[in-house]
């Protein structure tokens, strides 16, 4: 205890970390179970570096051809890359190995998913504004990454799966024009699979990557702290205000216990539930066709983009072959993430509105942007179904062509359609919500008043009932005004035609005035 108190003392007065623990341990942690998936997040991160670090001892990054000569016998005597040898000796012939790649892999997957669901909830409840757009665009970084990161431990092997998948992503790279060829040649070292791209991917798999992903969730972490957690409507909680538990000691023990949790539930489903058995694919050969084999789902939405384009989509332009079936994607995916990347602050153009927002919102409540994010989930969704199309047509007894042709209807029309459909739910909702806090809910219970009129009986809801329905701003169209030089710009008009639209069919909240009015005329 002595040892202790000494070395603790040392530290502190050359640091002066008592203040800083004091302070960050006063920070205050709502306790809504949807905060939950950012730290299911961080804890899949934390198993993916001990789970990976143990791997990095035995994994061979190279693409020197060796014999088999391990412990699974129908692969004994086959020549086949050293990474794809050292991979198998790794399944077969190291204690605690195919557990280990298991959690590595089921964690992975945890991390981009739990990475994706947090974000919508960020997105669908405006916890994306501002003090927060920087975070947001963190968030959408580290999602990034998450998928490079998924994809080159995926390529590391050398099987056929993975051989696939970088033979589709070299084809994308050549497609492009002028450069694609170079840009294959610096990435694989040669014809694919190159003699060097084992070797660069584990680099940015091992090295690179992992340290950007640290890196930005230091920023994300600090940038949660400063700027507070959002939370939602209820009693005593006002915008600066958090209710919840603080860091220290409440949190950080829930904390502890859920990452054994979600810890747990990795090594129980890496225990039972086989992924990524490369010793059935062997290794990697291009002749070969592997039908049924698919990406893993987060890729998966750039795969469905290529199967979507029509064939014939080339032209030349003197030597060059211009593929726009590949181009047209990968435009397309770009622009994609730009837009979710810069959400944030089309949203703060359109309204105009520069105040801080630490209140989170009921997706209900603002149904544009509601509306707007079940588009792009719907077409993302379509992407991610397209990689499966094959798969769609063999179970189901269609054609191929069939599910393709759905499938493109679906990515274009489909977003319009969850758009329109979301908007008019939300607004119902809203109408809903807004005749439940005037008049409370139905009771079925008929009574007759002494003039002789049947009526029903209402339940009056209670304070904290009609606070979550009513506690929500209500935002105008931008008025068009002139500027300064007294000009009306075409700038100025397309803000303010975005923001009538941003904001049409809008229920404005009850007010307090509305509700007395309502509690006077039932008395």
């Known amino acids: 205890m002595r040892l202790t108190n000494w070395a603790a003392n040392y530290v502190d007065e050359r640091t002066s970390m008592s203040g800083f623990v004091r302070e960050l341990g006063r920070k205050i942690f709502p306790d809504h179970w949807s905060f939950m998936l950012g730290e299911v997040a961080l804890y899949s991160f934390v198993v993916i570096l001990i789970s990976g670090t143990f791997l990095t001892f035995f994994f061979q990054p190279s693409m020197a051809v060796v014999t088999y000569d391990g412990s699974y016998a129908p ?32 964690a992975a ?51 056929l799966l993975s051989g696939n998948g970088l033979r589709i992503i070299d084809g994308m790279i050549k497609g492009v024009p002028v450069v694609g060829t170079w840009i294959s040649y610096l990435l694989f070292g040669g014809e694919v699979p190159g003699t060097a791209i084992v070797g660069r991917l584990y680099s940015l798999h091992i090295l690179l990557l992992p340290a950007i992903l640290v890196v930005a969730l230091g920023l994300h972490m600090v940038l949660l702290i400063v700027n507070k957690h959002t939370q939602f409507a ?68 750039a795969d469905g983009a290529l199967r979507l384009i029509p064939p014939g989509w080339e032209f030349m332009i003197g030597p060059y072959t211009v593929s726009m079936n590949i181009l047209v994607p990968i435009l397309v995916l770009l622009v994609f993430l730009v837009l979710v990347a810069l959400y944030p602050f089309f949203e703060a153009w359109v309204t105009g509105d520069k105040r801080e927002h630490h209140m989170a919102d009921r997706p209900r409540n603002a149904p544009t942007r509601t509306a707007i994010g079940a588009a792009g989930v719907t077409f993302y969704a379509a992407l991610w179904a397209a990689a499966s199309s094959d798969l769609i047509a063999t179970h189901f007894g269609l054609t191929i062509e069939g599910v393709i042709h759905a499938i493109q209807f679906a990515t274009i029309a489909g977003p319009f359609i969850a758009y329109f459909v979301t908007k008019r739910i939300c607004i119902g909702l809203q109408k809903k919500d807004r005749e439940i806090a005037l008049h409370g809910y139905e009771s079925g219970r008929i009574v007759r008043l002494p003039g002789g009129e049947y009526v029903e009986v209402h339940e009056q809801l209670s304070d904290y009932e009609r606070w979550k329905l009513v506690s929500f701003d209500d935002y105008a169209p931008i008025m068009l005004r002139p500027d300064k030089q007294g000009r009306i710009t075409a700038r100025a008009r397309f803000r303010a035609r975005m923001s009538r639209w941003f904001f049409e069919y809008r229920i404005a909240p009850v007010s307090r005035t509305e509700i007395e009015a309502s509690s006077h005329g039932s008395h």
């Open 109 to 159: 997957l945890l991390f981009v998913a739990a990475i994706g669901l947090h974000m919508l909830r960020i997105y669908f409840t405006g916890a994306f504004r501002k003090p927060r757009e920087l975070n947001w665009l963190i968030g959408f970084v580290l999602f990034v990454l998450a998928l490079a990161e998924g994809f080159t431990g995926y390529s590391l092997p050398d099987d």
């Open 75 to 106: 692969l004994k005597g086959i020549q086949m890359s050293a990474a794809m040898s050292s991979t198998l000796n790794i399944s077969f012939d190291i204690r605690g190995g195919l557990l280990l790649r298991q959690v590595h892999h089921w």
């Open 234 to 301: 209820g009693p005593g909680r006002t915008e600066g205000n958090v209710i919840g538990v603080p860091i220290m000691p409440v949190f950080a023990a829930k904390a502890g216990g859920f990452f054994f949790i979600i810890f747990g539930v990795i090594m129980l489903t890496a225990s039972f539930v086989t992924i990524n058995p490369i010793w059935l694919y062997g290794p990697y050969d291009p002749s070969p066709i592997s039908a049924g084999t698919q990406p893993d789902w987060y890729i998966g939405f």
